[in-house]
Nanobody, 118 residues
Framework: QVTLVESGGGLVQAGGSLRLSCVASRSTFSIDLMGWYRQAPGKQRELVASISSGGSANYADSVKDRFTISRDNAKKIVYLQMNNLKPEDTAVYYC????????????WGQGTQVTVSS
């Protein structure tokens, strides 16, 4: 069992920045795939960014060149730096754990709200 705790959400004006953090309790965090998802009201949850144990990152087209995912294996934290935020980025953001094989698990954080005003 792993616990994922997100933080860093809030209210920001369009064009602003936020950094989300997700702290994991799993001792083997360093070998896990990690990802950030988001869910806007009335929409399906979508993958925003993922990062492999080796640091390779992938992004949804909608956030490329604006968001950066990173990880600190020593602290067992995965970050999502969000720049040039847009109102359409408004959503609850969730951290999710994957496996070293590259598949996703059912381990989710509780979510953190990001609201971008125009």
């Amino acid at each position: 069992q792993v616990t994922l705790v997100e933080s860093g959400g809030g209210l920001v004006q369009a064009g602003g920045s936020l950094r989300l953090s997700c702290v994991a309790s799993r001792s083997t965090f360093s070998i896990d795939l990690m990802g950030w998802y988001r869910q806007a009201p009335g929409k399906q949850r979508e993958l925003v960014a993922s990062i492999s144990s080796g640091g390779s990152a992938n992004y949804a087209d909608s956030v490329k060149d604006r968001f950066t995912i990173s990880r600190d294996n020593a602290k067992k934290i995965v970050y999502l730096q969000m720049n040039n935020l847009k109102p359409e980025d408004t959503a609850v953001y969730y951290c999710r754990r994957g496996t070293s094989a590259g598949t996703w698990t059912d381990d989710w954080g509780q979510g953190t709200q990001v609201t971008v005003s125009s």
